[in-house]
C-alpha cells in the first residue's frame, strides 16, 4: 500500500459529473428479446461465423471464431435461435457482419461453461488459451485482444503489470463500482495475469476521488504477495496506458513503442474481473458493465448488460430521455464516439452511454489560433497540438509526421482547452489516418 499520491504531467481537470451513478450499485439488465452480436468486436481480424440462420444456441456458445493471433471468438449472450446474419451498423460507424438472436429466455448454458480449476495447477499457456477462447479484449475500450497482451516478444522482459483502476474519464463510474463491489475477483484476475507472464509485481492503480473502492481493493490485496495498490491523482487523462506507466514506474515508453519495450503491461480492472469470471466461472465475456448516465437519461444506472443488447433497449430500461436530447455518446465524453442512433448494439469495449441535453451541446463559435500553446501545456505526450493540427488542415502529413502526429493519443486535452474551439483532435486524427495509409501504400 503506498500513501504517496502519483501524477504525470500535463492533462487537464474537466467537471467529472461522477456523483450521477458512483454510489449506484451494478444493477443486472434483464436479458432483451433479441441480440445483435456484432462478429468483430475487437482490435484485430474479425471472426468467421459458426453458426447459420435458424441453429439453436446456447448461453455462453462460440458463435464466431477468430482467424488470426490479433483476434478473439465472440459467444453467445443468450440461448435462443439465429434470425439473420447480416452486416449491421456498429458503434464505429460502420457496417459489421452481426448474429442476431431470438431470446428463449432460458439461458440454458454451453456444455462448456464450467470451472477451468485452481489457478495454482494451471500453467502460463492454460490461462492465456482460456482468456483466449473466453473472447476476453482489453475492457476500457481500446478493445485489444488480452491474449496478445499476454504474450510480449521474447526479447521484451515484462517485471510489471499495472490493472487501471483510475476510470479517469468524466461520468463513467462501471470501473468504480466494480472495484467496489467485486475487489476479490480483480485481485485474483490479477493473480492470473501475473502467472501468465511469470512476473512477481502487480500495481492496482486508483484515483484519490473514489476512496470506497482504494480500501474494498486494499482489503482484498492485503496479504497477497507481490500485489500492491497505488494513489492516483484525479487528473484526466490519468488512466491513458502511457502515462499510467510513467506515473507508476517512472518510465517513458517510446515514440512508436509498446508497453512491454519498458517492463510493463497494463490492463484494465474490467479485464481482470472478466478473466476471473472466465477460469472461476467457465463464462466467457457474454456482458459487461456499462454505465448510463447524463442529464437527459431520466434514471441513470451502472448496468450488467448481456452483449448485444441495443441502445434502445438499455434507455428503455432507464425510463427513456429526460427532456429532448441533444448528444448520444458510447463511450465517455472526452474519448466517446458520437452516434446518430439508438440502433446499436453494447460491444465488449462499451462502457457507457452518454446522453447530453441540448443546452449542452451547442456548438461554440470557431476562432483562429493564437498560439497561446494552451494545448501544448496540457498535452500528456508532449506534443504540440497546434501545429499537428495546422499541416493536416492544410493536407500536409509529412509535417505532421514529422511532428510526431502518430503519438497522439487522442485524448482531447488540447481541444478541451483551447479558448478558441478548434477542432484539434478531429484533424490530428485525420493527419493519423492518412499518414498510416501512406506507410501502407509504400510498405
Not at 453467445?76 to 459489421?96: A, C, T
Not at 431470438?102 to 470451472?115: G, Y
Not at 474519464?169 to 467485486?182: A, I, Q, S
Request: hydrophobic residues 40%; neutral net charge.
Amino acid at each position: 500500500m503506498s500513501l504517496q499520491i502519483l501524477t504525470f504531467k500535463g492533462g487537464v481537470h474537466p467537471k467529472y459529473n461522477k456523483e450521477l451513478t458512483s454510489g449506484l450499485p451494478i444493477e443486472v439488465m434483464p436479458a432483451p428479446e433479441e441480440v445483435a452480436i456484432p462478429l468483430l468486436q475487437h482490435t484485430g481480424a474479425p471472426c468467421e461465423p459458426l453458426v447459420a440462420v435458424g441453429d439453436e444456441v446456447k448461453l455462453g456458445q462460440k458463435i464466431g471464431e477468430a482467424k488470426g493471433f490479433v483476434s478473439v471468438p465472440v459467444h453467445s449472450s443468450v440461448s435462443g435461435k439465429v434470425r439473420v446474419i447480416e452486416p449491421r451498423l456498429h458503434p464505429s460507424g460502420s457496417f459489421v457482419n452481426t448474429v442476431v438472436i431470438e431470446n428463449d429466455k432460458l439461458d440454458t448454458p454451453d456444455e462448456n461453461i464450467k470451472s477451468r480449476g485452481s489457478l495454482d495447477d494451471l500453467t502460463s499457456d492454460d490461462i492465456k488459451n482460456i482468456i483466449k477462447e473466453a473472447g476476453i479484449v482489453g475492457m476500457g475500450g481500446a478493445a485489444f485482444p488480452t491474449h496478445v497482451k499476454l504474450s510480449p516478444p521474447t526479447d521484451k522482459r515484462v517485471d510489471t503489470v499495472i490493472i487501471n483502476g483510475a476510470e479517469c474519464e468524466p461520468y463513467l463510474t462501471c470501473d468504480h463500482r466494480l472495484m467496489v463491489e467485486y475487489p476479490s475477483e480483480i485481485v485474483y484476475g490479477l493473480k492470473a495475469i501475473l502467472k501468465a507472464l511469470n512476473v512477481d509485481r502487480g500495481v492496482i492503480a486508483i484515483e484519490v476521488n473514489k476512496p470506497d473502492a482504494i480500501e474494498a481493493v486494499e482489503k482484498a490485496a492485503a496479504g497477497v504477495k507481490g500485489v500492491e495498490v497505488v494513489r492516483l491523482a484525479a487528473k484526466y487523462p490519468q488512466g491513458g496506458e502511457k502515462q499510467l506507466i510513467k506515473t507508476v514506474t517512472g518510465r517513458e515508453v517510446p515514440s512508436g513503442g509498446l508497453p512491454a519495450d519498458v517492463g510493463a503491461v497494463v490492463n484494465n480492472v474490467g479485464t481482470a474481473y472478466a478473466i476471473a469470471r472466465a477460469i472461476k466461472e467457465g463464462m466467457p465475456l457474454v456482458e459487461r458493465v456499462v454505465t448510463i448516465t447524463g442529464r437527459a437519461v431520466k434514471n441513470p444506472k451502472n448496468l450488467s448488460v448481456r452483449i448485444g443488447t441495443m441502445l434502445r433497449d438499455i434507455l428503455d430500461y432507464c425510463g427513456g430521455f429526460n427532456g429532448d436530447p441533444g448528444k448520444l455518446i458510447t463511450g465517455g465524453p472526452m474519448m466517446g464516439v458520437t452516434q446518430y442512433t439508438l440502433e446499436i448494439p453494447v460491444i465488449k469495449g462499451t462502457s457507457g452511454v452518454l446522453v447530453l441535453p441540448e443546452d449542452m451541446t451547442r456548438p461554440e463559435k470557431v476562432r483562429a489560433c493564437t498560439k497561446c500553446a494552451k494545448c501544448v501545456e496540457v498535452c500528456p505526450m508532449n506534443l504540440m497540438p497546434l501545429f499537428i493540427s495546422m499541416y493536416a488542415l492544410n493536407d500536409d502529413f509529412a509535417d505532421a509526421d514529422k511532428y510526431h502526429a502518430l503519438d497522439c493519443i487522442e485524448c482531447g486535452c488540447c481541444s478541451y482547452i483551447c479558448p478558441c474551439k478548434r477542432p484539434l483532435v478531429e484533424s490530428i486524427r485525420q493527419a493519423k489516418n492518412e499518414i498510416l495509409s501512406n506507410r501502407r501504400k509504400q510498405a
